[in-house]
């Protein structure tokens, strides 16, 4: 049960139309808060937003998509006049299965916009308000990808390691004035979005509740807690680890071999090619 007094009256959830977000809205209704919800999908916004009141909460919703550069000022409207106590950042994009050199950059620079631009904006907004209370508390949704580079999402999973280095240093700064922040990582999940990715949900998929309960849970226990999979510290740590090149070769091996996308060839040139090619 999340702390009403510490981290309320109100909640944003950017990206709680569904999946993990619909979950965390669900979840902190249930615990008192009225909440905010910002969704790119306004059948799916307009559905969570009716389980909120069914659960005695006022709820607000607004259609955005963070795509749009105007969408922090939007936001930031919508909640002019409410003790947002709780930033919840859930919203998050990929440019899946294209490689950088060849791809789509104003679809990459989108990425890069949502994942940390959008990002940086509404923290910045809601952050100084919490610090002047002297409580509140930032939840931002992570993922594994941030621990490691990949051919074919290498820019996603560069914002998603940006994003949690900054969650950390931001942890360190709002602390001390009585404000929790958590990067809440998680691997693969069973969302709506994922389905409609086509993506194959195997025995270790997380479930979207049992993501939110647990981020919830665990707020005043930032900077960072691996959710999903199960032993996905572990999982972290490796991909944390040296010598970096056979981790990101392992990484690509790993796409390949669920056909997601096709080789690349050899990730780490071997001490030959290299001779070769000098």
Known sequence: MVDLERHGPWALVVG???????AFAEQLAADGFDLVLVGRKPEPLAATAEQVRAAGREVRTLSADLFDAGAPAAIAAATEGLEIGLLILNAGANAYGEQFAVGDLGRFQQVVDLNL???????????????????GGILSVG?????????????????KAFGRVFTEGLW????????????????????PAMERR????????????????DGLAHLADGPVRVTAPAGG????????????????AEAAAGLVALGLYPPLGPAV????ARDAHA
């Open 16 to 22: 709680g139309s569904e999946g993990v977000g619909a």
């Open 117 to 135: 631009t959008a990002r940086l904006a509404l923290v910045h907004h809601f952050a100084g308000p919490m610090r002047e209370r002297g409580r």
């Open 143 to 159: 993922s594994l990808a941030g621990y490691y580079g990949s051919p074919y999402t290498s820019v996603y999973n560069a914002v």
């Open 172 to 191: 360190y700064e709002l602390g001390a004035y009585g404000v929790d922040v958590l990067e809440l990582v998680i691997g693969a999940t069973r969302t």
């Open 198 to 213: 086509g993506m194959t949900f195997g025995p270790t998929t997380a479930d979207p509740r049992a993501v939110a309960l």
């Open 233 to 248: 510290d572990a999982v972290a740590e490796r991909l944390s680890g040296q010598p970096r090149g056979p981790i990101v």
């Open 269 to 272: 040139p071997d001490s030959a």
